[in-house]
């Protein structure tokens, strides 16, 4: 079923190793005109725009953009007790593993009465887009509101696909997962319109611009939100899902084929990667991994995902060419399942999550581990981090000197002021000893 790529004998460069590695098709370019026409329809009809884009592509048209606080109410209430029980206990994790993020303001003293404050300050209010499509993703409002609220935003809103099965509104269990985090606005809006009414803002139904825009969704999620980071800050454009596993003989085979069948669940386009220096092992895991896509429910949808270009065995030397080819990849979900995983972290540094050992699937991370499952996807994760609290934190510098501290350094402010051709530089602080 997964296509075979040989490593084995064979020492390529980062360079060569990216242009060889499976990925999604994922254009996100031939996108951006469609998302632009949707974007600039938003900001000249406001609402209008919105009805009409759902109706013409959600197939049906919201009763109301914004939802009542009574449908809330009512979505929170009628929560499946198991679900329910579920979800408080991710907010509790996810909540608590947010909070340890926030860092400790800093102060530098560089001399007497010359200080310098390093704080971390929230953005005033942020959109988070929870996307509808295949699957339902309650843990998505979660993970968002959750790194949010622990950096101290005063203003969260939330926008989701109107859905057909629930005529026009937002799906239920998304409005109680939100209900029980105590966000009361919510918009029943998607795609590249939604993403352009958080940016810009529509007056018309009282929706304010936000400063940052975070959550996954389609390629037209992805195109706009490149279009509209000039005006507000963005998490990243997220790709279909990865999973990356670097494993040797010592791992079940078993439980890594479920995990590679996990994630490509998600969408036809998701990629899974087995990498291992264990090539009679592998067999045995492609094995289990016939049988589990056989079994699941979404059986098709993992076929292709795992039939695809997008996913293939990686045959490599050892685990430091195994690793090699991780970084290279840059995996949105690194599984790590070795006879010293520890020993194999210390080579590993590009990933938006590492799942270290054999009970910490990524499915763990989906939901309960604590971590966030907003990450990086498309290679992303060697340059962007994960959604986490500093998504929403901008690190802010104060600076306070007394008079003392500033004539001690004066000299050197104008020396260097006058290097620069900037004389007025150095006399705004030579105009304070005059």
């Keep these: 079923m997964m296509q075979l790529i040989d490593l084995r004998g064979s020492t390529l460069s980062a360079a060569e190793l990216r242009n060889i590695l499976p990925r999604a098709e994922l254009d996100v370019?031939?996108?951006?005109?469609?998302?632009?026409?949707?974007?600039?329809?938003?900001?000249?009809?406001?609402?209008?725009?919105?009805?009409?884009?759902?109706?013409?592509?959600?197939?049906?048209?919201?009763?109301?953009?914004?939802?009542?606080?009574?449908?809330?109410?009512?979505?929170?209430?009628?929560?499946?007790?198991?679900?329910?029980?579920?979800?408080?206990?991710?907010i509790e994790r996810v909540r608590a593993g947010s909070e340890a993020q926030v860092p400790a303001p800093q102060l530098t003293t560089l001399g007497d009465g010359a200080v310098v404050e390093l704080r971390w300050h929230p953005v005033s209010r942020v959109g988070l887009y929870v996307p509808g499509g295949k699957a339902v993703y309650p843990s998505s409002v979660v993970m968002n509101v959750c790194a949010a609220m622990a950096a101290g935003v005063a203003s969260i809103a939330i926008a989701s696909p109107p859905q057909r099965d629930f005529g026009g509104r937002v799906h239920p269990t998304i409005l109680g997962a939100a209900g029980l985090l105590g966000v009361t606005e919510i918009y029943a809006m998607g795609g590249a319109g939604a993403i352009g009414a958080l940016a810009h803002g529509v007056a018309d139904i009282g929706l304010d611009p936000v400063d940052v825009i975070t959550g996954p969704g389609n390629v037209y999620v992805a195109a706009a939100k490149r279009i509209v980071q000039s005006f507000v800050g963005i998490d990243s454009e997220a790709g279909p899902t990865e999973i990356l596993v670097l494993a040797d003989d010592t791992a079940d085979a078993d439980h890594v084929a479920a995990d590679l069948v996990s994630q490509a669940e998600h969408d036809e386009l998701a990629s899974a990667l087995l990498v291992t220096p264990d090539a009679a092992w592998a067999e045995r895991v492609l094995e289990r991994v016939e049988a589990r896509a056989d079994g699941t429910k979404h059986s098709e949808r993992v076929r292709v995902s795992l039939g695809g270009r997008q996913s293939a065995l990686i045959l490599v030397d050892d685990l430091a060419a195994g690793a090699r080819v991780s970084n290279a990849y840059a995996p949105e979900h690194l599984e790590v399942q070795t006879r010293d995983p520890e020993a194999v972290l210390a080579t590993l540094h590009s990933a938006g999550a590492i799942f270290m050992g054999a009970n910490s699937p990524v499915s763990l991370g989906d939901y309960l581990a604590g971590s966030n499952h907003v990450l990086p996807t498309g290679g992303q994760a060697a340059h962007t981090s994960g959604l986490g609290a500093h998504t929403y934190l901008r690190p802010q510098q104060i600076i306070r000197y007394d008079r003392a501290a500033l004539e001690a350094v004066s000299r050197h402010v104008v020396a260097l002021a006058v290097a620069e051709d900037l004389p007025a530089h150095g006399e705004a602080v030579t105009a304070r000893f005059s």
């Design 29 to 90: 370019g031939r996108a951006l005109g469609t998302a632009a026409e949707l974007i600039s329809a938003v900001r000249e009809e406001g609402s209008a725009a919105l009805l009409e884009q759902a109706a013409r592509l959600d197939g049906v048209r919201p009763p109301h953009l914004r939802v009542p606080q009574s449908e809330i109410d009512e979505a929170t209430a009628g929560l499946d007790p198991q679900v329910r029980a579920g979800l408080e206990a991710m």
